[in-house]
Nanobody, 115 residues
């Protein structure tokens, strides 16, 4: 059973930074694609950033230029560097990975940005 575990969330002031990590229980080379999603209070889960096995990345419009997704195959870990955080970035952040069209999810980590 593949497991994904997020860490790095917390409380930060607006303008601050956080780095989220997503550790996989096995080689992340197996994942066709991985991504970070978030779900704020009363909202639907949305894609924040994605990265393919080839390293191609894509971002939601409202985080482009502020967030950076990356993956370290040697550590079986994916990251999300979040800079210039805004209160509207407050949400539970989830990592996800796809293997053979099956999506695996982590349990989520809370990010709270105070004004």
């Amino acid at each position: 059973q593949v497991q994904l575990v997020e860490s790095g969330g917390g409380l930060v002031q607006a303008g601050g930074s956080l780095r989220l990590s997503c550790a996989a229980s096995e080689s992340i080379r197996r994942f066709n694609a991985m991504g970070w999603y978030r779900q704020g209070p009363g909202t639907r889960r949305e894609l924040v950033a994605g990265i393919t096995s080839e390293g191609r990345t894509n971002y939601a419009d409202d985080v482009e230029g502020r967030f950076t997704i990356s993956r370290d195959n040697t550590k079986n870990t994916m990251y999300l560097q979040m800079n210039s955080l805004k209160p509207e970035d407050t949400a539970v952040y989830y990592c996800s990975g796809t293997i053979a069209m099956y999506d695996y999810w982590g349990q989520g980590t809370q990010v709270t940005v105070s004004a």
